[in-house]
């Protein structure tokens, strides 16, 4: 039972008497109860909520602000309906049901929901929702003081039948896709606000997780408690409720103590940018290598959120965020922790090892080494395909292949060269990434030649650049670089853009086979002057 602070003593105790009392099972709602909700509403503005069940029980009551009773605590039902009915008033309003009405039947499997509308004159009216597989059947009843005549009761059983049969589902029938609303605080000078949510909304969709929502706030500095503000945090919450969202994703770095607060204001699970992209890595390794990083990464990453996620008690452990071989129980201590990274770190310098091995055996065979870096999705594999004549996996989207690739590139009848494909950089790679992947991203350090692979379709390929370099640049390459912009077949009349023209650029298509002897051409030219 939650009653707003601002009701008056005398009202409270009034509505009070009605929590547990049992109404006439044949009636819809008891009428002195009906009316003193919107007794209530009508002197203090607030939504009076009443649920109750199939033997005229008064389950609950909730009086708050409009729209912001939160029903979560309920009970979860499997099939069926719950046997509740929910009845609340709409402050100074009609009584249409609202987007959210139709969320709480769905989410919360009500009997039924019924709103009453309220004027300074008393009532005007109620509809009452039914689920009806993924909508609702309405009924309008225009006397309010006559409800209980409208035979209310009976289209509840009628209505349950049915969702035993077919169980209410909003989502097209089919297994329910995680929901999930996007979120920035713009803080930066420099922060893109469309072009860093597009790209979470990528990020997101590669996931498997449908974006119903983004919203985003200018700020000087972020919320030392919410990042965003309270009252943008309100929204936040509402357009959780109304999407039917189970997830919220931050494009801003969050800690521990900051998930824990949002997770406990929105009642759903909160993660940020770099816990998505290390998800994804996790959906993408394959090789037991990509997968001790990946573990490394995620450790890393959860080890200073440690103390902060542990209040959450795990309420919402598992899923987008939290999968792959980096699944770890938020209960365990940071020593535990601690000693997982140690371990892992050991076992990747054995790799790390191996690898430097495999180099020095190239650089007895005298071949040299050409490796493909670049923004995520810029085409690299289907330009290692294309050279190479290989089957790799490579799709439109973000981080399609994780794990490094190196084979033999004929060049000309006497050019042989060792091919490396390796993973996708993107803008605000967690640092956790670098570290885990360094023995892999070690291979662009001691290439004789880089081909930065450049989408020159998308409007931030500059941008996207400047990410690549400055990864590249804190890795400490000092390869000779050749920038291959890509995807020119998806610019209708393609112009080559001025002043970047020049011995250390190429324009190709690797979808179509457009100019790539010429890419070849370039990089013989480049090897024979190593």
Known sequence: ???????NKDLKDKLTEYFSVVCSKHDF???DLLKLMVQITNKTGLQVDVLINRKGVVKDIFVSEKERVDFSALDKVDGGLNGIRL?????RGDSNLTALDKVNLTNYKFDCVCAIGTSITGMVGAHVGYPNGKDMDIVYVPNVLY???YGLLEKIEKYDFKEKRQPINMFNGYVRQQRAVLVMAEIEKDDDIVTDLKELEGLATTAGI?????????RTKPDPKYM?????LDEVARAVKLDGADLVIFDNALNGSKINNLELALGVKVIDRSMLILDIFAMRAETSEGKLQVELAQLKNSLPRLSGLIETDGRFGGGVGMRGPGETKLELNKRVVLEKIQKLEKQLRTVKKTREINRQSRKFSKKKTVAIVGYTNSGKSTLMNLLTREKLYAKDELFATLDTTTRNL???YNKEVLLVDTVGFINKLPHEFIDAFSSTLEETKYADLLLNVVDLSDPNYKKHMQVVEAVLKKIGTKAPVLTVFNKIDLLPGFVEVPGMKNENTVYISAEEGINIDELKLKIINFIKNK
């Open 210 to 218: 449908l974006v119903v929502n983004k919203i985003w706030q200018k």
């Open 29 to 31: 709602i008891d009428m």
């Open 87 to 91: 009845i609340h008033t709409v402050p």
């Open 228 to 232: 965003i503000g309270e009252g943008k």
């Open 410 to 412: 004929w060049l000309d």
């Open 1 to 7: 039972m939650k009653i707003d602070l601002r009701l």
């Open 147 to 149: 409800i209980n005549k």
